[in-house]
């Protein structure tokens, strides 16, 4: 019943057998960072998503109260040609891991409601195929950085922490 | 005729030799003097010395100024086809050139990074400023009208296309990913595709640093 009412209260579709295993419950996110362009440039979205369920996870978005959009993108490379186009999810494999990266999944972020600069601490919440969400802080870097950065080797999700109404279900929830 | 004539005729059989050898230190000196290709640089990266047509185009830089491929003679030209609202790729590679640029220390103040814009619809000269200036100070943005653009992009067999399938002003454009690399004669020399390594690149931009231009 306890379990029962959970998944009613989160809206989340749950598989018999597997009543906890939700892709937010599953997924630790790490080296979460922002590339942040000049003016109003869209940014791109970083991290590491590992899996640590026995279900196979899929991220299919996010969504954050600092940009109008976010949207889950794919760069490729053919024939010498840079590609960019929108992504349905990242199938992120059980016990396995997968990564937001440059030049590849990556979430591009438009219209922000306020200047971001390096440093600050932006909230996105990551939406799963399942329907769970998860909340994540990511650090905005500046353009030309390469990764979350040497000051902040990990990024932890912080769900727990935040006050939320959509929030990842814990294990000892 | 009569010079050859001469020769046969009149010089002692050891002097042709002496003369050959004489006439090979001759060109081997002028060689090394006038052209570096007679020795080529053990570059790294895709070769394309020869291949490519030398650096020339008729842009506007990111401060307004009309500008050509002879503006950038004397430096060594890393010459990258993007657009500002790529959020990604473009990044990625000018972020990763600032590194190499680094790695490069004072001699990278003898080297240009120039950014095409693809979308020279909404890169102005003034957006393109802040942008490759968030990246590395010697990069140069560079856009023009849209012919001008495509005129550059085809003279490197690159090419560029706007993605149909966005309404709004939030299109994408894929281009190439390349690098074309020029020595401070403005002759191409290497190209460096996304599968290239930092270090190659390194490697070739000190020796294309460290060599002079001569034509």
Same mark, same amino acid.
């Not at chain 1, 494999?93 to 937001?100: E, M, N, R, S």
């Not at chain 2, 570059?43 to 030398?54: A, E, F, K, S, V």
């Given at each position: 019943?306890?379990?029962?009412?959970?998944?009613?209260?989160?809206?989340?579709?749950?598989?018999?057998?597997?009543?906890?295993?939700?892709?937010?419950?599953?997924?630790?996110?790490?080296?979460?960072?922002?590339?942040?362009?000049?003016?109003?440039?869209?940014?791109?979205?970083?991290?590491?998503?590992?899996?640590?369920?026995?279900?196979?996870?899929?991220?299919?978005?996010?969504?954050?109260?600092?940009?109008?959009?976010?949207?889950?993108?794919?760069?490729?490379?053919?024939?010498?040609?840079?590609?960019?186009?929108?992504?349905?999810?990242?199938?992120?494999?059980?016990?396995?891991?997968?990564?937001?990266?440059?030049?590849?999944?990556?979430?591009?972020?438009?219209?922000?409601?306020?200047?971001?600069?390096?440093?600050?601490?932006?909230?996105?919440?990551?939406?799963?195929?399942?329907?769970?969400?998860?909340?994540?802080?990511?650090?905005?870097?500046?353009?030309?950085?390469?990764?979350?950065?040497?000051?902040?080797?990990?990024?932890?999700?912080?769900?727990?922490?935040?006050?939320?109404?959509?929030?990842?279900?814990?294990?000892?929830? | 005729?009569?010079?050859?004539?001469?020769?046969?005729?009149?010089?002692?059989?050891?002097?042709?030799?002496?003369?050959?050898?004489?006439?090979?230190?001759?060109?081997?000196?002028?060689?090394?003097?006038?052209?570096?290709?007679?020795?080529?640089?053990?570059?790294?990266?895709?070769?394309?010395?020869?291949?490519?047509?030398?650096?020339?185009?008729?842009?506007?830089?990111?401060?307004?100024?009309?500008?050509?491929?002879?503006?950038?003679?004397?430096?060594?030209?890393?010459?990258?086809?993007?657009?500002?609202?790529?959020?990604?790729?473009?990044?990625?590679?000018?972020?990763?050139?600032?590194?190499?640029?680094?790695?490069?220390?004072?001699?990278?103040?003898?080297?240009?990074?120039?950014?095409?814009?693809?979308?020279?619809? /909404?890169?102005?000269? !003034?957006?393109? #400023?802040? $942008?490759? =200036? &968030? @990246?590395?100070?010697?990069?140069?943005?560079?856009?023009? +009208?849209? /012919?001008?653009?495509? !005129?550059?992009? #085809?003279? $490197?067999? =690159? &090419? @560029?296309?706007?993605?149909?399938?966005?309404?709004?002003? +939030?299109?994408?454009?894929?281009?190439?990913?390349?690098?074309?690399?020029?020595?401070?004669?403005?002759?191409?020399?290497?190209?460096?595709?996304? +599968?290239?390594?930092?270090?190659?690149?390194?490697?070739?931009?000190?020796?294309?640093?460290?060599?002079?231009?001569?034509?």
């Amino acid at each position: 019943m306890r379990a029962l009412g959970f998944a009613a209260l989160l809206g989340v579709a749950m598989l018999p057998g597997a009543l906890y295993a939700t892709s937010a419950n599953d997924v630790r996110v790490s080296h979460a960072w922002l590339r942040i362009l000049p003016g109003d440039l869209p940014a791109g979205g970083y991290a590491t998503l590992q899996n640590t369920g026995t279900q196979p996870a899929a991220l299919t978005g996010a969504h954050s109260t600092t940009y109008a959009d976010v949207m889950l993108h794919l760069s490729s490379v053919a024939g010498g040609t840079s590609r960019m186009r929108m992504a349905e999810a990242m199938s992120i494999p059980a016990q396995g891991t997968a990564k937001l990266a440059p030049g590849g999944y990556h979430l591009m972020l438009t219209r922000p409601v306020h200047p971001v600069i390096p440093g600050d601490h932006v909230l996105l919440t990551l939406t799963f195929a399942d329907g769970s969400t998860l909340n994540t802080t990511f650090i905005a870097r500046p353009a030309n950085a390469a990764d979350a950065g040497p000051d902040r080797p990990t990024q932890p999700a912080t769900a727990h922490a935040l006050p939320t109404t959509h929030g990842a279900v814990h294990d000892h929830d | 005729m009569s010079g050859l004539k001469f020769h046969g005729k009149s010089f002692h059989p050891q002097l042709p030799a002496w003369l050959l050898l004489a006439g090979m230190v001759l060109l081997g000196a002028l060689t090394l003097g006038s052209c570096q290709r007679a020795t080529p640089l053990p570059l790294r990266l895709t070769n394309i010395t020869g291949h490519m047509p030398d650096l020339d185009f008729a842009l506007t830089d990111d401060t307004g100024k009309a500008v050509t491929g002879a503006d950038y003679r004397g430096k060594v030209v890393l010459l990258y086809f993007g657009y500002t609202h790529c959020p990604d790729v473009c990044p990625l590679t000018l972020a990763q050139l600032h590194v190499s640029m680094q790695r490069l220390g004072a001699l990278a103040d003898g080297a240009r990074i120039l950014f095409v814009s693809v979308d020279p619809t /909404r890169d102005t000269p !003034a957006i393109l #400023k802040t $942008y490759v =200036s &968030a @990246f590395d100070p010697r990069a140069v943005g560079l856009t023009g +009208s849209p /012919r001008a653009v495509e !005129a550059l992009s #085809k003279r $490197y067999r =690159s &090419a @560029f296309t706007r993605e149909p399938d966005a309404s709004d002003s +939030s299109y994408a454009v894929s281009h190439s990913s390349a690098i074309y690399v020029f020595d401070r004669a403005g002759h191409a020399r290497v190209l460096a595709t996304p +599968s290239a390594t930092q270090d190659d690149l390194v490697h070739d931009l000190h020796l294309l640093l460290n060599t002079q231009a001569e034509s």
